[in-house]
């Protein structure tokens, strides 16, 4: 019932409400919405990314990040799968994440895909859209990123490398799905 009534403010009250109704659930990340009872959520957001307090690291040097998390990692271990389409100020990236637990640790000779750990240590690995990779739409001489597409993962979130600031409007689509065991 609380699920509803908040759907229904949500549409009511647009960003108003649903600024109020995010929280900091993952440190850095007040731009992540506290969607963890919900099993199907459909947003229209504007979010400015904010630094992430844990920078990535590479070859022992901090890379700064900015980002703004569109769905976060879910408790209950459920997925999300749906579709978000977005207009970003600046080119960005887009990633999907996925929880990182194999079962047999990958091999010298096969690899590791692109992981790390997110910021409440949970092991994830990284989907990067490429598509979207700081390749920029000139729109009136000023670069921007946009786009749409589908995905099934763990997690969604925009985000520079760089660090840079920028702003994100996106519609979004998703539904939370039990894994297959």
């Known amino acids: 019932m609380r699920t509803k009534i908040i759907i229904i403010l949500i549409s009511?009250?647009?960003?108003?409400i649903l600024n109020h109704i995010v929280t900091s659930v993952y440190g850095q990340t007040p731009n992540a919405i506290n969607l963890q009872k919900l099993n199907s959520v459909t947003i229209?957001?504007?979010?400015?990314?904010?630094?992430?307090t844990a920078n990535?690291?590479?070859?022992n040097q901090d890379i700064p990040h900015s980002i703004v998390v569109a769905?976060?990692?879910?408790?209950?271990?459920?997925i999300w799968t749906g579709t978000v389409t977005f207009t970003a100020s600046k080119p960005i990236e887009v990633e999907v994440l996925h929880k990182y637990l194999?079962?047999?640790?990958?091999?010298?000779?096969h690899g590791e895909p692109s992981n790390a750990k997110w910021f409440d240590g949970t092991p994830i690995a990284l989907s990067t859209m490429t598509m979207?990779?700081?390749?920029?739409?000139?729109?009136?001489?000023?670069?921007?990123?946009?786009?749409?597409?589908?995905?099934?993962?763990?997690?969604?979130?925009?985000?520079k490398t760089n660090g840079q600031p920028f702003s994100v409007t996106y519609s979004l689509d998703a539904v939370a799905k039990d894994l297959t065991k």
């Open 56 to 59: 990535a690291k590479m070859n």
């Open 132 to 159: 979207f990779s700081n390749t920029p739409v000139t729109i009136t001489d000023k670069p921007y990123s946009v786009g749409s597409f589908t995905f099934v993962g763990t997690a969604v979130l925009f985000h």
């Open 71 to 78: 769905l976060p990692i879910r408790a209950d271990g459920k």
């Open 12 to 16: 009511i009250f647009g960003v108003a």
């Open 102 to 109: 194999p079962v047999v640790k990958p091999d010298v000779k």
């Open 44 to 52: 229209q957001n504007t979010s400015s990314s904010l630094p992430a």
